[in-house]
């Protein structure tokens, strides 16, 4: 229905209700709709749209509150006693939050339609933000008859998994996790609003939100384990010299508990660098330095949490790879446990696993190269190249180690099938026990921290 030149006076006005009027001053016409009114606590929010020949605005009117000066480069919602009464504090809160869910309602059904994302490269879950088009850059919305500007502020990505990234699911439900062929990610716009060229604080959390259902190609059960041998590259390093063979020991692999930690058998007696004494026949658990895989789970016993079944199912690609690259009749009967450097807080021996002729592959190596894991950096390192430290694992094997790296993030092996950057399986699958420890082996600075290539250029 189209009014003009006319006045309609509606009566009451309930917390669900949508009118349309229209007000006529000479030859301007601005039409109302969607007038809504509800109460919060004690305050009355009133909110519609304003329309003119040239445009529209949504509108919110709080009583009691206004926008007005917090210091000399902000503003704020504000109303009487909440600097000092917490709860009315609580209670204004409750109204900021309901003034936001409004703006939020608005601007997602005025421009969810208009945002297009790219297609997707290859079997990425994510598409490049930076090519995402179609989100406004700046929106208009009053409140309280001030016209407030929200500028685009910032582009974020998520999964939404649902029970598939709860922790302490069951079996059923890590088997459904290996299978699924489709997973909702959620791109949020946020918006940060401004009065006068200054933030309005108190206003968080405006958004646009764009939810897009997108293939597992392959299911996470179908990954291929890249556990062939014919793609694996020596390390180069002797265990005949004296200075590197101080800290080794011969063993044979007894079993694999996940993709970073094993328990091998010593094959001699030894007194490694550092006093640390190897027994023959003994059994040892060796927790891998330099990589960091997905968890299946933390803690022991009653205390033992599994990993959400989406994080799972990568632990399980982890587990696969050391089951068929070490603990098979090739390798597993004479391995190097090399360059052993203590024992963590559980009493694991850190080391690394060497195998083949000569002991010329590194484990650790491998699976990054693979894609089934993302390295770790340890504290030291830096400090292990200053000093040229030659007969430090990290001197050693950190340019090896963060060559694979790149290799296995180009050739999209593992992990880096689903994601394009090591940042984003970081965030998406490491969900129990985060690792941020990989920067320094990426082959270009994601912060201001030094890389092992800097280390390395000459």
């Not at 890249?226 to 007894?254: R, V, Y």
């Not at 803690?299 to 959400?308: F, L, M, Q, V």
Request: aromatic residues 12%.
């Amino acid at each position: 229905m189209k009014f003009r030149n006319k006045l309609f006076i509606i009566g009451s006005i309930f917390a669900t209700s949508t009118i349309a009027f229209v007000t006529s001053c000479s030859n301007n016409e601005t039409k109302i709709t969607n007038k809504n009114k509800e109460n919060v606590e004690s305050f009355e929010i009133v909110s519609y749209v304003e329309h003119n020949s040239n445009s529209s605005i949504f509108s919110v009117t709080i009583n009691k509150a206004n926008i007005i000066k917090k210091d000399n480069d902000t503003y704020w919602l504000w109303t009487k006693g909440i600097t000092s009464d917490s709860t009315a504090q609580d209670k204004f809160n409750k109204v900021k939050k309901t003034v936001v869910e409004k703006i939020n309602n608005y601007i997602q059904e005025k421009y969810l339609s208009n945002i297009k994302l790219p297609n997707k490269k290859e079997n990425n879950l994510f598409v490049n933000i930076n090519e995402i088009s179609g989100m406004p850059k700046e929106i208009y919305v009053k409140i309280n008859n001030k016209k407030i500007k929200l500028l685009l502020s910032n582009i974020t990505k998520d999964i939404e998994y649902g029970k598939l990234g709860e922790k302490n699911q069951n079996k059923e439900m890590q088997n459904l996790a290996q299978s699924i062929e489709n997973i909702p990610v959620k791109y949020t716009f946020s918006y940060m609003p401004s009065y006068n060229s200054y933030n309005v604080s108190g206003l968080d959390n405006i958004n646009i939100i764009k939810v897009e259902n997108v293939n597992i190609n392959p299911t996470l059960k179908n990954l291929t384990i890249n556990s062939n041998s014919d793609n694996f590259k020596p390390t180069g390093i002797s265990f005949e010299d004296s200075s590197i063979s101080g800290s080794a020991f011969k063993a044979k692999i007894q079993s694999v508990s996940d993709g970073d930690t094993f328990s091998v058998v010593s094959l001699e007696n030894k007194t490694l660098k550092g006093g640390i004494q190897i027994i023959k026949d003994e059994v040892y658990k060796i927790r891998l330095s330099g990589i960091d895989t997905p968890e299946k789970g933390i803690g022991d016993g009653n205390k033992y949490i599994s990993a959400s079944p989406f994080e799972y199912s990568f632990a399980l690609h982890a587990t696969n790879f050391a089951n068929q690259v070490i603990n098979n009749d090739k390798y597993k009967n004479n391995v190097m446990v090399g360059f052993v450097s203590g024992k963590d807080t559980f009493n694991r021996v850190t080391a690394d696993i060497f195998f083949g002729e000569n002991y010329q592959f590194s484990y650790n190596a491998e699976i990054v190269r693979s894609g089934h894991t993302l390295p770790y950096s340890n504290d030291i390192w830096k400090l292990k190249f200053t000093e040229k430290d030659k007969n430090s694992y990290e001197y050693n094997l950190y340019p090896f180690i963060s060559e694979a790296f790149e290799e296995a993030i180009k050739n999209k092996k593992g992990m880096f099938n689903y994601f394009s950057h090591p940042e984003d399986a970081s965030l998406f699958v490491y969900k129990i026990k985060n690792n941020n420890k990989w920067h320094p082996f990426y082959w270009e600075k994601t912060n201001k921290d030094d890389i092992v290539k800097d280390y390395i250029k000459n």
